[in-house]
C-alpha cells in the first residue's frame, strides 16, 4: 500500500504552549484514519496545518510523495485535500447551490452546478435539492451541503472534524455509507471524532494524541472504546455508576408551551409538555437546532411565558424571571460556554457570584462578600478539578473542557432542587465527561431533579432514566431508557415516534 500523506516531525507552538510537537504519521489511499486526543491535544491545529491555515514551525509533509506545504486552503484544495469542519460556514438566506458556489474557486454556470450537485448527490447517497435555502434544511441536510461541495473539488484526502455530532443515528448510517464509497474507491478520510465507537466501525487505523506528541497508535477494531480513551488521557478511566434512588414526586411540570421563535432561522416550540420528578435524570435528545435553546430558557425564566405553563413543585413560574427561580431552586447552564453560561472577561471569583449571589448568601444589605465569593470559587475549583491557576484568572483563559467543569460545577454545589443542562459535556475530554456525568447522577441521588438536553445519545443512554426527543419544536412521549434501542431513538429523533401527542409523563 503506497502513502498517499506523510507527516515528518510537524511542530507548532503558540506563547506558552506548543500545540504539535514532532508529529509524524502517514495515511495511506482509500485509508480511514482517525485522529484522537482530548481537548488541547492538538488535533485542530494539526489538521489547519494540513489545510494550509496554520504553518508548520518545523517538520515535512508530503503528499503523493512530493514536497507538500500549503500557504492557504486554496492551495490544500488544489492540490486534493478538502475539509468538512465542525461548524458549518453556511448562508442560511442562500440556496443550497449558492452556498456551494461560494466555496468553488471557479463555480460553472448554475444550471451546470445544479444538474453536478444532483449528480454527486445521487451517486454518494446523500439527495440534495439545490433550489432549497439553507435554512430551511436540517443540520444532516446542511452537513450534506458541505460535504457535496467537497466531493466536487474531487479530493484525495477528506478531512473530517466532528461530523456526526449533529446527525441521528439513521443519519450516521448514511454517512458512513458514504464513506465507505468513498474509501473503495481510492480517496483517504482523516476522521476526527470523540464518538469511539463510531471509530471502532468506521476506522482502519488511528493516532492518538496527548499533549501534542504521538503518544500511540492502534487498530480501532481491535481496540476496545474504554483502552482508545484511556491512551487519549493517560490514565485508567473509572466506570461511572449511577446513584441508587427512586423517582419521587412531580418537581416541575410544563403544560402545552407553544412558543415563536425570536430569530428568523430559530425553532418555535410547538405544544411541549413534561413531567419532572424529584431523583431522576430526564434526557431530551435531539438534533442542533430542534428547539433545544429556546426550551431551556422557557425553563431557566430567560424567556417568560404564561404563568400557568410552568409550574415549580405546583407553584406557577412562567413569569418569574431566572433570579427568581433560581432563589427558589430551579437552576440551569446553557450551551454556550463563553458569553451565556459565564462572562469571559470577568475571574472565576466574579463569575461565582453572577448565578450564585443568592443561595450561596454571597451579598447582604447590597453588599458583595467578596471573601466568601472567593472560597465559593475556591471550592468550585478544587471539587470539580479545574486546572487553572486560581479564581482570579479570567474565563477566557480557561479551556473550554475546564470552563465547563466551572459552570457545570458552579450550579451543582448549590444544591439545586432541579438543575436544566443543556450540551453539559459539549467538546469536553473523555476524563471531564466522566466527571460531570457522575456529578449529575449524584445529584439526581439526594432527590433534586435533572434535565440534560443532549446531542450526545450514548450520554444520554448512559445517564438518564427516561428519554424523550426534541424535533422542529415538538417533544416526543418519554420512554424508559432501558427499553429503547438504537433504532428506536434515531425514529424519535426525527419525529417518527408521537409527534403529534407531544407530552411527556
Excluded at 484526502?157 to 450516521?172: A, G, N
Excluded at 486546572?387 to 484568572?393: A, D, L, S, V, W
Aim: aromatic share 4%.
Amino acid at each position: 500500500m503506497t502513502t498517499l500523506l506523510k507527516l515528518n516531525g510537524l511542530t507548532k507552538a503558540y506563547p506558552g504552549v506548543i500545540a504539535n510537537d514532532d508529529v509524524s504519521f502517514e495515511i495511506a489511499p482509500g485509508e480511514v484514519h482517525a485522529l484522537l486526543g482530548e481537548n488541547g491535544a492538538g488535533k485542530s491545529t494539526l489538521v489547519k496545518m494540513i489545510y494550509g491555515l496554520v504553518k508548520p514551525d518545523s517538520g515535512t509533509m508530503a503528499l503523493h510523495g512530493d514536497a507538500f506545504a500549503p500557504s492557504e486552503p486554496r492551495a490544500a484544495r488544489a492540490a486534493g485535500v478538502a475539509m468538512v469542519f465542525q461548524h458549518f460556514s453556511l448562508f442560511e438566506a442562500l440556496s443550497v447551490a449558492e452556498n456551494i458556489a461560494l466555496g468553488m474557486e471557479n463555480p460553472p454556470k448554475p444550471r451546470e452546478l445544479s444538474h453536478q450537485i444532483r449528480e454527486v448527490s445521487h451517486t454518494y447517497g446523500l439527495p440534495l435539492d439545490p433550489d432549497r435555502r439553507v435554512g430551511e434544511l436540517s443540520a444532516g441536510e446542511r452537513q450534506r451541503v458541505e460535504i457535496i461541495r467537497c466531493l466536487l473539488q474531487d479530493p484525495k484526502l477528506l478531512i473530517m472534524d466532528e461530523p456526526t455530532s449533529v446527525l441521528t443515528p439513521q443519519e450516521v448510517e448514511i454517512l458512513f455509507t458514504t464513506l465507505r464509497k468513498l474509501s473503495a474507491e481510492g480517496t483517504a478520510i482523516l476522521y476526527i471524532s470523540h464518538k469511539l465507537e463510531e471509530i471502532r466501525a468506521l476506522c482502519d487505523a488511528a493516532t492518538i494524541l496527548r499533549g501534542g506528541k504521538v503518544v500511540g497508535t492502534c487498530v480501532p477494531k481491535e481496540t476496545t472504546a474504554r483502552e482508545m480513551a484511556e491512551l487519549m488521557v493517560g490514565k485508567v478511566l473509572h466506570q461511572t455508576k449511577s446513584g441508587e434512588h427512586d423517582a419521587g414526586d412531580v418537581v416541575l411540570k410544563m403544560e402545552s408551551l407553544s412558543l415563536p421563535s425570536s430569530t428568523p432561522f430559530g425553532t418555535s416550540l410547538q405544544n411541549v409538555s413534561l413531567e419532572l420528578r424529584r431523583g431522576e435524570i430526564l434526557g431530551i435528545g435531539g438534533v442542533a437546532g430542534n428547539g433545544q435553546d429556546e426550551l431551556l430558557a422557557a425553563l431557566s425564566g430567560e424567556t417568560k411565558v404564561s404563568s400557568d405553563v410552568i409550574k415549580f413543585e405546583n407553584r406557577e413560574i412562567g413569569q418569574l424571571g431566572p433570579n427568581e427561580r433560581r432563589e427558589m431552586g430551579l437552576l440551569s447552564a446553557p450551551e454556550e460556554r463563553l458569553g451565556h453560561a459565564a462572562a469571559p472577561d470577568m475571574s472565576l471569583t466574579e463569575n461565582a457570584l453572577l448565578t450564585g449571589v443568592v443561595r450561596q448568601e454571597l451579598a447582604a444589605h447590597r453588599f458583595i462578600n467578596w471573601a466568601k465569593t472567593k472560597t465559593f470559587a475556591e471550592t468550585v475549583i478544587e471539587t470539580f478539578d479545574v486546572r487553572t491557576p486560581g479564581p482570579t484568572n479570567a474565563a477566557r483563559s480557561l479551556s473550554g473542557g475546564n470552563l465547563q467543569k466551572f459552570v457545570i460545577g458552579r450550579e451543582v454545589l448549590q444544591s439545586p432542587e432541579v438543575l436544566v443542562v443543556n450540551q453539559p459535556t459539549w467538546g469536553v475530554d473523555a476524563s471531564a465527561a466522566a466527571s460531570i456525568r457522575q456529578a449529575l447522577m449524584d445529584l439526581a441521588s439526594t432527590g433534586a431533579g435533572v434535565i440534560i438536553i443532549s446531542q450526545d445519545l450514548d450520554e444520554l443512554m448512559e445517564v438518564a432514566d427516561r428519554f424523550c426527543a426534541l424535533n422542529a419544536g415538538r417533544l416526543s412521549a418519554s420512554r424508559p431508557t432501558k427499553d429503547l434501542t438504537v433504532d428506536e431513538v434515531g425514529l424519535m429523533l426525527g419525529g417518527a415516534h408521537d409527534m403529534e401527542v407531544a407530552h411527556v409523563g
